[in-house]
């Protein structure tokens, strides 16, 4: 079995679409702009922006941890991770914008995290997606080996379900 460290130091080819995107910790003036960038929370999620509105406050508090892509100039993605207990973490949002997905930022976001977790004996991460909108992020997060652990019927809506996938430093993973 390969060790998920191994795996995360090595160099990643990538994709020639690919724009650099840098990756840096929020900082509270980037609370509007990611409250605009994930305004489509109030639309999958019951009271979606009043939830990130308290959970940005809770990263500016040290409670919670955000990263952000920056590209152009601008926000274009956000990862927010939540401690649950010593030793786990909860992914409450993952987010690229539409129009720079499928150039490499959601990988470098999983990876940046994951790092970071092996660094921190992180014991196990998981999150929820609905099934609806999964494709694009169990595509991403599957090499790094995240696996399906439950089904979360009905959480939010009546003809929804969310999917559980869940992270351990055991599992290896694909290249």
Same mark, same amino acid.
């Not at 060790?3 to 994709?15: D, I, N, V, Y």
């Not at 019951?46 to 040290?62: A, E, F, H, I, K």
């Given at each position: ?13 990538? &994709? ?9 910790? %929020? ?6 702009? !990611?409250?605009?960038? !994930? ?5 999958? /999620? ?8 308290? @959970?940005?406050? +809770? ?23 939540? &401690? ?13 914008? &539409? ?15 994951? @790092? ?16 609806? /909108?999964?494709?694009?992020?169990? @595509? ?13 019927? /009905? @959480? %939010?809506?009546? +003809?929804d379900c969310e999917l559980v996938l869940s992270w351990s430093p055991e599992r290896s993973y694909a290249e």
């Amino acid at each position: 079995m390969t060790s998920t460290m191994g795996l995360l130091t090595r160099e990643r080819q990538t &994709p020639p679409h690919s724009e650099a995107a840098l990756l840096r910790p %929020y900082i509270p003036s980037d609370k509007r702009t !990611l409250l605009r960038l !994930l305004h489509m929370l109030d639309i999958r /999620y019951p009271c979606g922006l009043s939830w990130l509105d308290r @959970r940005l406050d +809770d990263v500016r508090d040290g409670r919670a941890r955000c990263t952000v892509a920056i590209s152009a100039g601008v926000i274009v993605a956000a990862m927010i991770e939540t &401690p649950k207990g010593q030793g786990h973490v909860k992914l409450s949002t993952v987010w690229v914008d &539409p129009l720079f997905r499928r150039r490499g930022i959601g990988t470098r976001l999983f990876e940046t995290a994951i @790092r970071r977790w092996c660094r921190e004996a992180v014991e196990s991460a998981w999150f929820t997606v609905g099934l609806r /909108y999964c494709d694009d992020l169990v @595509r991403v997060v599957r090499p790094f080996g995240f696996e399906l652990v439950g089904l979360a019927a /009905y @959480r %939010y809506w009546e +003809d929804d379900c969310e999917l559980v996938l869940s992270w351990s430093p055991e599992r290896s993973y694909a290249e």
